[in-house]
């Protein structure tokens, strides 16, 4: 039965309510005077419902859609602004005994070579990840208990926050492994991880099932309520997502937006981001045998629905998508990109020689950070090295409620700026940095008061002038 509260995944993520919502979806995508008034409530900035959502999801009249881009971008520009965070993967092991039947890592890829980066070879990826001007990682691995555990977790967190390395640091270490239990996962809050991420993969049960069909993984409820158990032993960020391309998207949809109701419901807190991956060609897989793959109009409809849905959740998107289709949907709601990303285990310091590739996925945006930062800058976005937000303290119920009341900008703009600018004068390239520096000077004037602006100019002059690091509100 369908119960929001409820600690089991069978009740929260209720397969018959999603069917229900689909139908209802189906029944009213051209009961035009119902989806105006969903547009309408969602003009209010305060979410909808997974029905609503979904309802707009499947309604396909062309101008209403306009109106619901239009939507998604004025709700994008009035919780996150021009800001775009920047973050890079560090992949850390490729032993995996999952039987995941999309992921190059499943047990029975007999032929991809198995990698785990040591202490040392993660001091040396992380300085090659601060020479490019990365401050925010997410540290990956596949699940297995002999060589992935807990202690070699903890021991890498405490090895990449460790690392002092010219004016670079890593300031926000986030975290994509297996479903865990809440002992380990108080254990990552207490190593200071920022976000835990772990996608569903897909909510469709029966689907899951055979798309896992062998390894701890198997076990959809101990996965589907892995964000509970986080919760209990106090992480209160926590990223959810889907790989789009397993099974149907609408049924996908709904279910992500249940998983946050009951975050919501049952925590005071939804999540802190969302991912939007969509399934990628790798070693030993070839994404085109998977019959539901979303094409890029499908896939811009969902990043808005999901923007209008959860206005302050962030939105994710990875080098999984070409410059292109980030150029599309970034507008519609994305705050958060990841650039100049590898998915190899090892790999950033020193290319991997061709019979040595442990890629997860391949990686079709691969322009550098210095490209990618530059391109945001030049369609007017501010990228941004922030990390504060964790580190103030602003983290679940409090981050929620501050971004609720509109207020998180006053520390995100004047953050983004500064760190920005630490960016600039550490490792931008002559031609981004000319371009950088006109973009701060013009959006200086927007920090939103005069004794905020004054702090902003004159912590400014302190890291260009005098080599100061890491201001922040
Ligand atoms: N082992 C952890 C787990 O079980 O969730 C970490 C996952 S993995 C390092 C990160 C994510 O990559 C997966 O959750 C999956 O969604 C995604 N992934 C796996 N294979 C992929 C593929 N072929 N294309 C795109 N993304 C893929």
Redesign the pocket.
């Known amino acids: 039965m369908y119960d929001v509260n409820s600690k089991h995944a069978d009740d929260f993520i209720n397969h018959e309510e999603i069917l229900n919502t689909l139908a209802y979806a189906d029944e009213n995508k051209d009961n035009l005077a119902l989806v105006e008034s969903i547009i309408k409530k969602a003009e209010n900035r305060k979410g909808l419902t997974h029905r609503e959502a979904s309802v707009l999801l499947a309604c396909d009249n062309p101008e209403l859609n306009e109106k619901i881009f239009r939507l998604a971008e004025q709700i994008k520009k009035d919780f996150y602004g021009n800001r775009i965070v920047l973050f890079a993967p560090l992949?850390l092991s490729n032993y995996?005994i999952?039987g995941?039947t999309?992921?190059?890592y499943h047990a029975t890829n007999k032929h991809i070579p198995r990698k785990q980066l040591s202490q040392e070879d993660i001091r040396r990826e992380v300085i090659a990840l601060q020479d490019m001007g990365h401050k925010r990682l997410a540290l990956?691995?596949?699940?297995d208990p002999v060589h992935n555990t807990m202690e070699y977790y903890l021991d890498s967190i405490k090895t990449v926050y460790g690392i002092k390395h010219k004016n670079g640091a890593i300031r926000r270490v986030n975290f994509?492994?297996?479903?865990t239990t809440v002992d380990n996962y108080r254990l990552l809050k207490e190593a200071e991880i920022g976000t835990y991420i772990?996608?569903q993969?897909t909510y469709h049960k029966e689907s899951y099932l055979t798309l896992h069909p062998t390894g701890p993984?198997h076990d959809y409820n101990y996965h589907t309520e892995a964000m509970d158990r986080a919760m209990e032993g106090g992480i209160d960020d926590v990223g959810i997502?889907v790989?789009f391309g397993l099974d149907k998207y609408r049924y996908e949809f709904a279910g992500l937006l249940m998983h946050a109701e009951h975050l919501e419901a049952a925590f005071g807190v939804g999540p802190h981001t969302i991912s939007v991956?969509?399934?990628?060609?790798?070693d030993d897989?070839d994404?085109s045998s998977f019959t539901n793959g979303i094409d890029d109009d499908t896939f811009a409809k969902i990043v808005a629905c999901i923007r209008i849905a959860v206005p302050y959740t962030g939105m994710i998107i990875s080098t999984?998508e070409s410059q292109k289709t980030r150029e599309r949907v970034l507008h519609l709601g994305i705050s958060q990109i990841s650039g100049g990303s590898k998915t190899s285990v090892g790999g950033y310091c020193e290319p991997e020689p061709g019979d040595e590739k442990s890629e997860?996925?391949d990686v079709i945006d691969g322009r550098t950070l210095d490209e990618v930062v530059h391109w945001l800058m030049e369609m007017d976005y501010i990228p941004s090295f922030c990390t504060a937000c964790y580190r103030e303290g602003r983290t679940g119920d409090r981050f929620m409620s501050l971004c609720k009341k509109g207020q998180i900008q006053n520390c995100c703009h004047p953050n983004a700026l500064m760190t920005l600018e630490e960016y600039l004068m550490d490792y931008a390239s002559p031609a981004t940095k000319a371009l950088g520096d006109k973009l701060i000077d013009k959006e200086v004037l927007n920090v939103p008061n005069e004794k905020a602006r004054q702090i902003v100019l004159e912590n400014l002059r302190l890291i260009r002038e005098n080599n100061r690091r890491d201001f922040r509100f």
Do not use: D, S, T
């Open positions: 992949y995996c999952n995941c999309y992921c190059p990956e691995a596949g699940e994509n492994i297996a479903a772990l996608f993969e993984k997502g790989l991956p969509r399934l990628r060609n790798a897989i994404a999984r997860q996925f």
